[in-house]
């Protein structure tokens, strides 16, 4: 690849990559911590989902800075070991395969559940997936079997399609997912709003990739070093991530209803005092499933009457309470 000296666009660019990633990781543990508290009733898919992509993104930002620290610091002065890479060097290219292939599969998931349901679409979109995937399970067997750095190079090809793969795939997610949510526009604004807001993060997200695959693809084919490419690549796995992670926090909060109690008072023309509690139950039980909730309605209801004893004659002062309790039961 590079000469062993060249640490600019060797282990320099390596280093920075881990900078960068390490940056956006800390957004991706916020965008993780936030989702467990406001979706706590979403369902179990989508909660393995996050946790899959935070695993994967912390094993990442672990590996580029064990490549770095190894290179730059405990092997200090000693050339001859940057010929070679490292375990942790070889494992990233393996868990960086993670994050993109599970966040096409769930744009996929979503345009399908939205009413895309072009089965040419969907063989298209299977057919990148599993190039990417296995083009970069190969590169990491690859990278164990020849340990020596200028030897890989001669797999460039295969970077290169899986790069090409990449950056095809995000823009038919993209542009599938603007033209079937241009399509379920109703013409109400409220609605539209929102379909808008999903055609922005479409746009940007797939847009944001599609660069950086670019950027990583003219760096494999100008320059002659693999460094920058992942340097990107550490770059790349982290905006797939915070893309799934934006989509899903843009929505309303969803907590799950514990039992809550409401009272509410008013006055009559006539001088009456009303009070009631209304109760509501929560609507899941301990394990977030639904539950039937008719008849757990509880209302207890207070009549305070003050009679004036100069308008009733022969009375005295006094209060009169007539209390009502409605209690609606389970059937």
């Known amino acids: 690849m590079v000469a062993p000296h060249d640490l600019t666009t060797s282990f320099g660019a390596t280093l920075l990559g881990t900078f960068f ?17 406001q979706y706590t009733i979403d369902r179990a898919s989508l909660k393995l989902l996050v946790l899959a992509l935070w695993v994967f993104d912390t094993l990442q930002t672990v590996l580029s800075m064990h490549t770095s620290y190894s290179f730059l610091v405990n092997h ?34 979503r345009l399908w559940i939205i009413g895309m349901r072009n089965y040419i679409f969907l063989a298209l979109m299977g057919a990148l997936m599993l ?13 164990w079997k020849y340990p020596l750095i200028s030897d890989f190079r001669r797999y460039f090809w295969m970077v290169r399609a899986y790069c090409g ?9 993209a542009v599938f997912f603007c033209w079937t949510l241009h399509k379920r526009r109703t013409g109400y604004a409220r609605t539209d ?3 808008d807001l999903l055609m922005i993060y479409s746009i940007n997200t797939g847009s944001l990739t599609s660069l950086v695959c670019l950027l990583s693809l003219m760096s494999l084919v100008f320059l002659d070093t693999g460094f920058v490419y992942v340097a990107l690549h550490y770059i790349l796995g982290k905006l797939y991530v915070n893309s799934v992670l934006a989509v899903l926090n843009s929505r309303k909060p969803r907590h799950r209803l514990d039992d809550s109690v409401y009272e509410l008072a008013a006055f009559d023309s006539k001088g009456s005092h009303q009070s009631g509690k209304i109760q509501f139950r929560r609507t899941t039980d301990a394990q977030g499933s639904p539950i039937d909730i008719q008849g757990m309605i509880r209302i207890h209801q207070t009549t305070s009457t003050h009679v004036d004893s100069a308008l009733e004659s022969g009375q005295s002062d006094s209060t009169l309470q007539n209390t009502d309790k409605i209690e609606l039961e389970k059937a």
Do not use: C
């Open 131 to 143: 190039t990417r995937i296995t083009f970069q399970l190969i590169l990491s067997a690859m990278a």
């Open 76 to 109: 200090f002065g000693e050339p001859e070991t940057l010929l070679y890479s490292n375990w942790s060097f070889r494992l990233s290219i393996l868990v960086v395969a993670g994050p993109p292939f599970l966040s096409n599969a769930f744009y996929v998931s």
């Open 165 to 173: 793969a990449s950056l095809v795939a995000d823009i038919i997610l």
């Open 21 to 37: 990633s390490a940056i956006l990781y800390g957004l991706t543990v916020h965008q993780t911590y936030r989702y467990y508290r």
């Open 193 to 195: 709003s929102k379909i």
